[in-house]
């Protein structure tokens, strides 16, 4: 069964430090979300994407996050000046263009910012 | 605003009893419900939905969840927990194309 697939499975940054979460969506998928999971808490969305623009985002998605897609088969979450709140899982998800179709979670990237 | 509630952090159940992870929301509008588990160093698995129609679903693994309109449930149930079963069960609502996760329930079955 086709997976998302995120690298690297654990990025250590230092504080102010840009970092690129990388995912890989399932080939035939058209919508695109990250979403993060501080330790011991809930799953927060973060940003929705569809036909190359963001189509939602939450308060958490402020200036210092941007998402991209830049070629048929990547989708990136960069954070520009990481802070150490920003320590957390971080998950890629995709689904189809059917409406309510669920969507499909890659394994996480642990964020770890020093 | 749209919220899910999972009123219990753990539950605990012997293998071969029945189950209930409990589920409530408050969306406007009609909701499409959803279950995912989530095992260690994992992502989100999807277990099952409710978008229509019957309002028992069944999905993977033997798990199944009944949607119940006038008391905003959506409760995940087994009828016969495994050891395997044990793992971090979401509940999750979609809103236009925003999924808003329940706080998790980590269930415990023991031998």
């Known amino acids: 069964e086709p997976e998302v697939t995120q690298t690297p499975s654990h990025q250590v940054t230092q504080m102010g430090q840009e970092v690129i979460l990388r995912c890989v969506p399932i080939?035939?998928?058209?919508?695109f979300y990250w979403y993060r999971q501080i330790l011991g808490q809930k799953v927060e969305f973060l940003v929705s994407?569809?036909?190359?623009?963001?189509?939602?985002k939450s308060e958490i998605f402020d200036d210092q996050f941007s998402v991209e897609r830049p070629d048929g088969s990547n989708f990136t979450l960069k954070i520009r000046s990481t802070k150490l709140e920003d320590s957390a899982m971080y998950f890629c998800?995709?689904?189809?263009?059917?409406?309510?179709?669920?969507?499909?979670f890659g394994d996480g990237t642990r964020l770890s910012i020093l | 605003a749209q919220s899910v509630a999972q009123p219990e952090d753990q539950v605990n159940v012997a293998e071969g009893n029945p189950l209930t992870v409990k589920c409530t929301y408050s969306v406007s509008g009609n909701p499409y419900l959803f279950w995912y588990v989530q095992y260690p160093n994992r992502g989100l698995q999807f277990l099952l939905k409710?978008?229509?129609?019957?309002?028992l679903v069944k999905g993977s693994y033997g798990f199944e969840a009944e949607f119940n309109k006038s008391q905003t449930s959506f409760h995940l149930k087994k009828p016969s927990a495994l050891v395997s079963d044990s793992a971090l069960y979401f509940c999750a609502v979609r809103v236009e194309d925003k999924f808003y996760f329940g706080s998790g329930t980590k269930l415990n079955v023991k031998p």
């Open positions: 994407f569809y036909n190359n623009e963001i189509s939602e």
């Open positions: 080939s035939n998928h058209l919508y």
């Open positions: 409710y978008i229509t129609g019957d309002n």
């Open positions: 998800a995709s689904r189809t263009g059917r409406r309510n179709q669920p969507q499909h």
